[in-house]
T-cell receptor
Framework: DAGVIQSPRHEVTEMGQEVTLRCKPI?????LFWYRQTMMRGLELLIY????????DSGMPEDRFSAKMPNASFSTLKIQPSEPRDSAVYFC???????????????FGPGTRLTVL | GESVGLHLPTLSVQEGDNSIINCAYS??????FIWYKQESGKGPQFIID?????DKRQGQRVTVLLNKTVKHLSLQIAATQPGDSAVYFC???????????FGTGTRLKVLA
């Protein structure tokens, strides 16, 4: 398996523009996470999907952020409009979760480094 | 006021020596723990995990120790190499939940 795949790896955009980040989780994993990492706050959970359904979006900063998971092999994180304070590295991670067995190892993608000018 | 960034504790170790990185976790209900290594410009990479029914688990050159009494986790790296230089995070998973709580990380610097 290629692991978690994210694109693009780097994105530079201007304030006000729409940004879409993409993620392909590991095949067979039923849980997908979007994280944001900054020097100020470290690693923050933005949203969690289980079986393609958003379960917890309490970490999404504001309405400018939205995430979708149309199928088990693809998810997007969209920022519209983007602002300079959104500059960060965004990670997607996937894992297998069951109510009986709990969570297993969480695998991270390489991240998308977003710079909003 | 001036903003400050996340100040990571740094551990400097001579090449060939053993390293010990510590982590205090927050929730006594956590039952699964992971150590991650994050190199510059890369995503966190799984190193080793341990479940709460164990006190110790060994991998290749790495050992994780779990002390549930004081909610403490440690990562031991034997014969530290330059390639071990990275930021190391611990993560705890609350029993029966999806949620992982990450520590702030420790930067390991290996001195030649």
């Amino acid at each position: 398996d290629a692991g978690v795949i994210q694109s693009p790896r780097h994105e530079v955009t201007e304030m006000g523009q729409e940004v879409t980040l993409r993620c392909k989780p590991i095949s067979g994993h039923n849980s997908l996470f979007w994280y944001r990492q900054t020097m100020m706050r470290g690693l923050e959970l933005l949203i969690y999907f289980n079986n393609n359904v958003p379960i917890d979006d309490s970490g999404m900063p504001e309405d400018r952020f939205s995430a979708k998971m149309p199928n088990a092999s693809f998810s997007t994180l969209k920022i519209q409009p983007s602002e300079p304070r959104d500059s960060a590295v965004y990670f997607c991670a996937s894992s297998s979760f069951s109510t009986s067995g709990g969570s297993g190892e969480q695998f991270f993608g390489p991240g998308t480094r977003l710079t909003v000018l | 006021g001036e903003s400050v960034g996340l100040h990571l504790p740094t551990l400097s170790v001579q090449e060939g020596d053993n390293s010990i990185i510590n982590c205090a976790y927050s929730n006594s209900a956590s039952d699964y723990f992971i150590w991650y290594k994050q190199e510059s410009g890369k995503g966190p990479q799984f190193i080793i995990d341990i479940r709460s029914n164990m006190d110790k688990r060994q991998g290749q050159r790495v050992t994780v120790l779990l002390n549930k009494t004081v909610k403490h986790l440690s990562l031991q790296i034997a014969a530290t190499q330059p390639g071990d230089s990275a930021v190391y995070f611990c993560a705890e998973n609350l029993a029966g939940t999806y949620k992982y709580i990450f520590g702030t990380g420790t930067r390991l610097k290996v001195l030649a």
